[in-house]
C-alpha cells in the first residue's frame, strides 16, 4: 500500500509531475459544485496552516503571506521570471551608488476603504517594518538596518516621489521593497485589514476559512474570480479527503503518490520555488559544537534515497542553502560534497569520540507531513552509523518558540525560503544576526557576507556569496537536503495558475475556461 507525504507552506513541496484529467458533472458557467461562474465564479483552495496574523507586517509564517499578498500591494512585486517590477510606484530608479532609491508613485490607487494611496502611507509602511517605529510584535526586515531616511519630494512632471535613502550602498535593496504597504497609523483589525491588492478581505475564522473577494477598483488588472474561500484544514490527512470529493479546486504541496490517486477532475501542475529543505544543527549543543559530528552526519544521510522515494527524485539534491534558481549565486562546485559514505560518517564518529553511538533529537513541526516522512526516513539512515535519532513532533506555535526564537533544539527538520534577494539566504548565519537559528559563529563568514552586501560589481558579489556557501558546507553547519518542486492539482475547468519564485498563490490570474 502506497504511503502518502504531504508538506505545505514555509516551508516545503514536492516533485515535478504533470498529466491531465477531466471533470465530469460541470458544464456551462459553472463551478465547482455547480458553482455559477458568469460574474467570474469562486474557487476553494485548500491550506494547512492557519493565518498567524492579518496584519502583513506582523506574520511570521510564509503560509500567511502566500494569501495575504493578494490582498496587500508593495511599491514593487515579484514577476514569474523574478524580476522586480514597479506595483503601487509606477516606476523607480537607482543611483549609480547604490544608496539612494526613488519611487514615483501611481496617482490612481485606492485603499480597499476608498481612501486614496498617499507617500505619507509609502513612509509609514516601510519605517514600520524598518523598525523605526513604537509599534511592536513588527517583524521587522534586518535588510531595512541601513535605511537612514525615508521622504517624500515632487517630480519634475510634479508626480509624487519618495525617497529611500541608504546609509551604505546595497544593490540588493529593490528586492526587499515588496513589502506590503498599509494606511498611515494602521492599526491590526482582526475583523478588516484593509490593503491595495486585487482582492479586498471579506472575512476569517481562525482554523476553518479566510474568504477573499475581488476588488473591482483595483489599479491594476482585474482579478477573473469575484471570490477566493481558502479553507483552512486541521491536518493534510484532512485536505486530501476533501481534494479527492471533488469539495476543492486548488490544492498546493501534493506528493507523487497523492498525484496519482487524483484520477479525474483535476490537472496536475507544477513548477519551480525557492525553497530549501534541511536537517538545521543547532552548532552550540555540546553533541553538535564537534565539526566532525556534524560532517558524519551529512555523510550518512543518502539524499537521492529521500528524494526518489518522498518526491519521485524530481527535486534537486543539495549541499547548499542557496537556492540552485539563483544561478548567478549558486556553488555549483558543492554538489556531491556530501555523498553518501556510511564508512566516512563512521570514521567521523569515532574520531570525535563517538565510536558507540550517539542519541539525537530531530525536533519537526507537527503541521508538515513532508518533513516528518523526511525525519522517519533519516531516523532510519542515521541507525546505520550508530545514530540513535528520535522523533520530537511540536505544534507550530511551539516551533516558532522553542526552536526558531529560543534555540532550544539538538536538530530540526524545516523548509526555509526567502526574498529574491542573495543575501536574504545567507544573513542569518552572520554570528550576530537575530535568526541565526544554527547558533553559527565565524569572524571569517561575518566578513565575507559583508563584502558581498557592499559589493557594486555584480561578478564580485557573485565569488564572494559562493565563498560563503563553501564555508557553510565545508562547516557542515546544516545538512541540506534538497530544493524541491511544487505540485498543485488544480480543477480542470480554472486555467492560469501562475508558479512565482517566492511564496504566492496568485489568485488574480486564475480564471474559469469557457467550454
Same mark, same amino acid.
Given at each position: 500500500?502506497?504511503?502518502?507525504?504531504?508538506?505545505?507552506?514555509?516551508?516545503?513541496?514536492?516533485?515535478?509531475?504533470?498529466?491531465?484529467?477531466?471533470?465530469?458533472?460541470?458544464?456551462?458557467?459553472?463551478?465547482?459544485?455547480?458553482?455559477?461562474?458568469?460574474?467570474?465564479?469562486?474557487?476553494?483552495?485548500?491550506?494547512?496552516?492557519?493565518?498567524?496574523?492579518?496584519?502583513?507586517?506582523?506574520?511570521?509564517?510564509?503560509?500567511?503571506?502566500?494569501?495575504?499578498?493578494?490582498?496587500?500591494?508593495?511599491?514593487?512585486?515579484?514577476?514569474?521570471?523574478?524580476?522586480?517590477?514597479?506595483?503601487?510606484?509606477?516606476?523607480?530608479?537607482?543611483?549609480? +551608488?547604490?544608496?539612494?532609491?526613488?519611487?514615483?508613485?501611481? @496617482?490612481?490607487?485606492?485603499?480597499?476603504? &476608498?481612501?486614496?494611496?498617499?507617500?505619507?502611507?509609502?513612509?509609514?509602511?516601510?519605517?514600520?517594518?524598518?523598525?523605526?517605529?513604537?509599534?511592536?510584535?513588527?517583524?521587522?526586515?534586518?535588510?531595512?538596518?541601513?535605511?537612514? +531616511?525615508?521622504?517624500?519630494?515632487?517630480?519634475?512632471?510634479?508626480?509624487?516621489?519618495?525617497?529611500?535613502?541608504?546609509?551604505?550602498?546595497?544593490?540588493?535593496?529593490?528586492?526587499?521593497?515588496?513589502?506590503?504597504?498599509?494606511?498611515?497609523?494602521?492599526?491590526?483589525?482582526?475583523?478588516?485589514?484593509?490593503?491595495?491588492?486585487?482582492?479586498?478581505?471579506?472575512?476569517?475564522?481562525?482554523?476553518?476559512?479566510?474568504?477573499?473577494?475581488?476588488? +473591482?477598483?483595483?489599479?491594476?488588472?482585474? $482579478?477573473?474570480?469575484?471570490?477566493?474561500?481558502?479553507?483552512?484544514? &486541521?491536518?493534510?490527512?484532512?485536505?486530501?479527503?476533501?481534494?479527492?470529493?471533488?469539495?476543492?479546486?486548488?490544492?498546493?504541496?501534493?506528493?507523487?503518490?497523492?498525484?496519482?490517486?487524483?484520477?479525474? &477532475?483535476?490537472?496536475?501542475?507544477?513548477?519551480?520555488?525557492?525553497?530549501?529543505?534541511?536537517?538545521?544543527?543547532?552548532?552550540?549543543?555540546?553533541?553538535?559544537?564537534?565539526?566532525?559530528?556534524?560532517?558524519?552526519?551529512?555523510?550518512?544521510? @543518502?539524499?537521492?534515497?529521500?528524494?526518489?522515494?518522498?518526491?519521485?527524485?524530481?527535486?534537486?539534491?543539495?549541499?547548499?542553502?542557496?537556492?540552485?534558481?539563483?544561478?548567478?549565486?549558486?556553488?555549483?562546485?558543492?554538489? &556531491?560534497?556530501?555523498?553518501?559514505?556510511?564508512?566516512?560518517?563512521?570514521?567521523?564518529?569515532?574520531? $570525535?569520540?563517538?565510536?558507540?553511538?550517539?542519541?539525537?533529537?530531530?525536533?519537526?513541526?507537527?503541521?508538515?507531513?513532508?518533513?516528518?516522512?523526511?525525519?522517519?526516513?533519516?531516523?532510519?539512515?542515521?541507525?546505520?552509523?550508530?545514530?540513535?535519532?528520535?522523533?520530537?513532533?511540536?505544534?507550530?506555535?511551539?516551533?516558532?518558540?522553542?526552536?526558531?526564537?529560543?534555540?532550544?533544539?539538538?536538530?530540526?527538520?524545516?523548509?526555509?525560503?526567502?526574498?529574491?534577494?542573495?543575501? @536574504?539566504?545567507?544573513?542569518?548565519?552572520?554570528?550576530?544576526?537575530?535568526?541565526?537559528?544554527?547558533?553559527?559563529?565565524? $569572524?571569517?563568514?561575518?566578513?565575507?557576507?559583508?563584502?558581498?552586501?557592499?559589493?557594486?560589481?555584480?561578478?564580485?558579489?557573485?565569488?564572494?556569496?559562493?565563498?560563503?556557501?563553501?564555508?557553510?558546507?565545508?562547516?557542515?553547519?546544516?545538512?541540506?537536503?534538497?530544493?524541491?518542486?511544487?505540485?498543485?492539482?488544480?480543477?480542470?475547468?480554472?486555467?492560469?495558475?501562475?508558479?512565482?519564485?517566492?511564496?504566492?498563490?496568485?489568485?488574480?490570474?486564475?480564471?474559469?475556461?469557457?467550454?
Amino acid at each position: 500500500m502506497k504511503k502518502r507525504y504531504v508538506f505545505c507552506m514555509l516551508l516545503m513541496c514536492v516533485m515535478i509531475l504533470s498529466c491531465s484529467c477531466s471533470r465530469k458533472g460541470t458544464s456551462g458557467n459553472q463551478g465547482i459544485n455547480g458553482a455559477d461562474t458568469s460574474d467570474g465564479g469562486s474557487v476553494i483552495v485548500g491550506i494547512t496552516n492557519d493565518m498567524d496574523s492579518l496584519d502583513p507586517h506582523k506574520a511570521v509564517a510564509a503560509g500567511t503571506m502566500e494569501v495575504l499578498y493578494n490582498v496587500f500591494d508593495g511599491l514593487v512585486k515579484v514577476a514569474p521570471d523574478g524580476s522586480m517590477q514597479p506595483a503601487l510606484a509606477k516606476s523607480y530608479r537607482i543611483s549609480e +551608488d547604490a544608496k539612494t532609491i526613488t519611487f514615483t508613485l501611481r @496617482d490612481d490607487v485606492k485603499f480597499h476603504n &476608498g481612501e486614496a494611496l498617499t507617500a505619507e502611507d509609502v513612509i509609514y509602511s516601510l519605517k514600520r517594518v524598518a523598525g523605526m517605529t513604537d509599534e511592536k510584535d513588527i517583524k521587522v526586515v534586518s535588510a531595512f538596518s541601513i535605511i537612514s +531616511d525615508i521622504t517624500e519630494s515632487k517630480g519634475a512632471d510634479n508626480s509624487t516621489e519618495v525617497i529611500v535613502s541608504l546609509s551604505e550602498a546595497d544593490t540588493e535593496m529593490i528586492y526587499y521593497l515588496n513589502t506590503p504597504i498599509v494606511k498611515k497609523g494602521y492599526e491590526q483589525n482582526a475583523t478588516n485589514p484593509v490593503g491595495t491588492g486585487p482582492f479586498r478581505f471579506e472575512s476569517y475564522k481562525p482554523m476553518e476559512s479566510i474568504v477573499i473577494a475581488r476588488n +473591482d477598483n483595483y489599479y491594476g488588472e482585474a $482579478a477573473k474570480l469575484a471570490k477566493v474561500t481558502f479553507k483552512i484544514f &486541521g491536518s493534510t490527512d484532512d485536505a486530501f479527503m476533501e481534494l479527492l470529493s471533488g469539495k476543492v479546486d486548488i490544492y498546493p504541496y501534493l506528493s507523487s503518490d497523492e498525484a496519482d490517486q487524483l484520477k479525474g &477532475g483535476y490537472r496536475i501542475i507544477s513548477g519551480d520555488q525557492s525553497l530549501i529543505q534541511g536537517l538545521y544543527f543547532n552548532n552550540a549543543n555540546d553533541k553538535l559544537k564537534d565539526v566532525r559530528v556534524r560532517q558524519a552526519i551529512n555523510y550518512a544521510i @543518502d539524499r537521492v534515497d529521500i528524494s526518489n522515494l518522498l518526491t519521485a527524485g524530481y527535486s534537486t539534491i543539495i549541499n547548499t542553502c542557496m537556492f540552485p534558481s539563483f544561478k548567478k549565486y549558486y556553488n555549483t562546485e558543492l554538489n &556531491g560534497m556530501y555523498d553518501y559514505n556510511i564508512d566516512k560518517a563512521k570514521e567521523l564518529l569515532k574520531e $570525535a569520540g563517538y565510536e558507540n553511538g550517539m542519541d539525537l533529537e530531530i525536533t519537526i513541526p507537527s503541521n508538515y507531513q513532508f518533513h516528518i516522512s523526511t525525519g522517519e526516513i533519516l531516523v532510519s539512515q542515521l541507525k546505520k552509523v550508530g545514530i540513535n535519532a528520535k522523533i520530537k513532533q511540536v505544534d507550530w506555535s511551539t516551533w516558532l518558540s522553542e526552536v526558531y526564537t529560543d534555540r532550544n533544539y539538538e536538530t530540526t527538520i524545516i523548509g526555509f525560503d526567502a526574498s529574491m534577494a542573495p543575501g @536574504d539566504v545567507l544573513e542569518r548565519y552572520q554570528s550576530t544576526h537575530k535568526r541565526n537559528l544554527t547558533n553559527y559563529v565565524n $569572524a571569517d563568514y561575518d566578513k565575507t557576507y559583508a563584502a558581498a552586501k557592499a559589493a557594486l560589481d555584480e561578478n564580485e558579489k557573485s565569488k564572494l556569496y559562493k565563498d560563503c556557501q563553501k564555508m557553510l558546507t565545508e562547516d557542515a553547519v546544516s545538512a541540506y537536503i534538497m530544493a524541491p518542486a511544487l505540485i498543485v492539482a488544480v480543477n480542470v475547468k480554472l486555467d492560469g495558475y501562475t508558479f512565482y519564485p517566492i511564496y504566492f498563490m496568485d489568485m488574480s490570474k486564475v480564471y474559469y475556461r469557457e467550454n
